[in-house]
C-alpha cells in the first residue's frame, strides 16, 4: 500500500488494491471522493441501505491520514468538554460527549457484523500532567468531563516510566489496525455491490437540479449525492478560512525490557505526545506521537523527528527504532469537526473535515451523519457539527490568527523569495524554491546530481510551496496541498499537480 509521504509507516505492509470493473457512465446514488476511514465507511453505510454507492480514490485506500494514523479510539478529546462547555454550552457538551461513545459503538458493530480481524483492543487510558500548568490544565479537564458524566478517575501510578505529578485514568478506550479495518470494509462494500474507483482524481463538480456531475480524471460521473471524505474539499469555500493544516509524528519502537505499557497514554504538554502499542509480526512495538506543527511551519521536519526519538528514549528502555513517519490533520477554529453540507451547495454535496487529532473517531462518526441526513434528512449531530455554523465568539482569535498567518505567507513567500543566478547554487539533497527572472520555482537536487525543478506556486490559492525535508515532499502553508519532488500531487485541496519543467542529470 502506498501513502502520501516518502517514511514508511507501520500498517503499509496491507498491500491491496481495491478498484472494481465500473462502468463510470452508469448513474449512482452517491458519490463518495476520499478512500480513507471517512469515505469507506460512510459507502458501506449507504450500500447497507440499498444506495448505489461508488468510492473515487485519487490515489489507493488508505493512501492519506488514515494509512498514518496512529489509530486511537478514545471518548475523550483534542476539545475537551470544559472547552466545549464553555463555547457551545452544558447542552451541547454533552452531546459532545455522546459522539465518541457512538462512533467507538459503530466500529465494535462493524467489526462483529463483518468477522473483522484488526487487532481491535478495548484498553483504559491514562491523562498525565507533568509541571504545575498541566496540573491545573488536568483540572480544568476534569472538572468539565465530570460535568458531561464522562468518567475520569484521579490514581497514584501510571504504567509508563513518565516522571508526573497529576494523573487521571480512563476507562474503556481502545485502538486497532486501521488498514485491516478499511481493507474489510472495503471488502464488505464491494460484496454488497459497491464500486471503487482507485488512481481517480475528481477535479471538479457541477450541481445540476436532478444530479451532480462530477469531473474526474476518468472522465464524468453522475450521482444524485457527492461526499468529499478529503479531509478539505476543493476548490475555495468557507472551509478553508475555518480549518488549518497540521503535521504530527510517529515512530514505532521495540523495548529492551519488554515492558510495554498496556495502556493507551497521553500528556498535556503542547503539543502533546500520545502513547500505545501495536503487535507486529508476533512481537510488541511501542507508537509514540507528537511535535505537531502547522503544515509547511518547520524549517526542519526531520528534526521533529529526532526530538520525538530523544524524547522517547529519554523515557523508554529503547531496543530498536523501526518506523517513522508523519501524517496530516486538520485544526477546526473553534474547536468542533464540520460534518454536513458544504457550504454554498445546494443541500446535496456533504463534507468532513476538522478532526483535530480525533480522525478515527469522527471519520467514523460522519458516516451515521452522512447516512441519516442522505436517508431521512436529519441527524442528531446535524446541528452541533455543521459545516455552516457560526460561532462569533468561540473561535475568533484562532480564526484572525490562522487567516492572518495565510495572508502573511502569501505576501512573504511571493516578496522575499531567494534569487539564484545559477543552479549550481544548489547542493546535492538541497532543496530551495528561487526566483529567476519573474518566476519562482521549486528545485530538488538528489545526492546523486538529478534536479528536479517544479513552478513553486500551489495551484489551489496561488500559495508558495515548501520544501518538507522528512517526507521528500512540498507543502503548502496556506491550506495543506501537498505534492512529491516530480510535483505529483499527494493530497487536496488542489486538485491539479505542480507543473514540472524538467528532471535532468547535472554532468
Not at 31 to 40: E, N, P, R, Y
Not at 268 to 288: K, S, T, V, W
Not at 364 to 386: A, C, P, R, V, W
Amino acid at each position: 500500500m502506498y501513502r502520501d509521504g516518502a517514511r514508511k509507516s507501520i500498517w503499509q505492509d496491507e498491500i491491496k488494491r481495491f478498484s472494481t470493473e465500473n462502468d463510470l457512465h452508469q448513474w449512482f446514488d452517491t458519490a463518495i471522493i476520499g478512500g480513507g476511514i471517512t469515505g469507506i465507511s460512510t459507502a458501506l453505510k449507504l450500500q447497507e441501505s440499498g444506495q448505489k454507492c461508488i468510492i473515487i480514490e485519487a490515489a489507493n485506500i488508505g493512501f492519506g491520514t488514515t494509512g498514518g494514523t496512529t489509530a486511537h479510539l478514545n471518548d475523550f478529546f483534542d476539545t475537551t468538554y470544559a472547552q466545549a462547555i464553555r463555547d457551545f454550552g452544558l447542552e451541547n457538551a454533552k452531546l459532545y460527549a455522546e459522539s465518541g461513545k457512538d462512533a467507538i459503538h459503530i466500529i465494535d458493530s462493524n467489526i462483529k457484523k463483518y468477522n473483522i480481524s484488526c487487532d481491535f483492543i478495548r484498553r483504559s487510558a491514562y491523562l498525565f500532567a507533568l509541571d504545575e500548568d498541566q496540573e491545573k490544565r488536568l483540572k480544568d479537564i476534569v472538572t468539565g468531563a465530570a460535568q458531561v458524566g464522562h468518567e475520569m478517575l484521579y490514581v497514584n501510578e501510571i504504567s509508563f516510566p513518565i516522571p508526573f505529578r497529576e494523573a487521571v485514568l480512563i476507562p474503556a478506550q481502545g485502538y486497532f489496525h486501521p488498514i485491516k479495518y478499511i481493507k474489510a470494509l472495503c471488502e464488505a462494500f464491494i460484496q454488497l455491490g459497491g464500486s471503487i474507483e482507485e488512481n481517480c482524481i475528481c477535479e471538479d463538480h457541477k450541481e445540476h437540479d436532478d444530479d451532480i456531475i462530477l469531473t474526474t480524471s476518468k472522465g464524468e460521473i453522475k450521482a444524485r449525492n457527492v461526499i468529499y471524505a478529503t479531509h478539505i474539499p476543493p476548490g475555495i469555500n468557507l472551509l478553508h478560512f475555518t480549518n488549518a493544516p497540521y503535521r504530527s509524528y510517529a515512530m514505532a519502537f521495540s523495548l529492551k525490557d519488554d515492558d510495554y505499557p498496556r495502556e493507551l497514554g497521553y500528556d498535556l504538554c503542547d503539543p502533546y505526545h500520545y502513547y500505545r502499542i501495536q503487535e507486529f509480526e508476533g512481537e510488541n512495538l511501542l507508537i509514540a506521537g507528537g511535535e505537531d506543527h502547522k503544515t509547511g511551519h518547520s524549517d526542519d521536519t526531520g528534526a521533529c523527528f529526532s526530538r520525538l526519538e530523544n524524547y522517547v528514549r529519554k523515557h523508554f528502555n529503547v531496543e530498536t527504532a523501526y518506523y517513522s513517519w508523519s501524517s496530516q490533520y486538520y485544526e477546526p477554529i473553534d474547536g468542533f469537526p464540520y460534518i454536513g453540507k458544504l457550504p454554498g451547495s445546494q443541500n446535496r454535496i456533504y463534507v468532513a473535515t476538522g478532526f483535530r487529532g480525533n480522525g478515527m473517531i469522527f471519520g467514523t462518526l460522519s458516516s451515521q451523519i452522512f447516512h441519516d441526513l442522505i436517508m431521512t434528512g436529519k441527524n442528531k449531530y446535524e446541528h452541533l457539527f455543521s459545516p455552516a455554523r457560526i460561532k462569533p465568539i468561540a473561535g475568533f482569535a484562532d480564526f484572525v490568527k490562522e487567516n492572518a498567518t495565510v495572508a502573511f505567507d502569501y505576501v512573504k513567500d511571493k516578496i522575499f523569495v531567494e534569487r539564484i543566478d545559477s543552479l549550481s547554487e544548489i547542493k546535492p539533497g538541497e532543496a530551495k524554491v528561487f526566483r529567476y527572472e519573474s518566476e519562482t520555482y521549486a528545485l530538488y537536487k538528489e545526492i546523486n546530481g538529478t534536479f528536479h525543478l517544479l513552478r513553486s506556486t500551489c495551484p489551489h490559492a496561488s500559495c508558495e510551496v515548501r520544501w518538507n525535508s522528512a517526507e521528500l515532499s512540498w507543502d503548502c502553508p496556506c491550506h495543506g496541498s501537498r505534492f512529491n519532488v516530480n510535483g505529483k500531487r499527494l493530497t487536496g485541496p488542489s486538485t491539479q499537480d505542480l507543473p514540472k519543467i524538467f528532471p535532468f542529470q547535472k554532468r
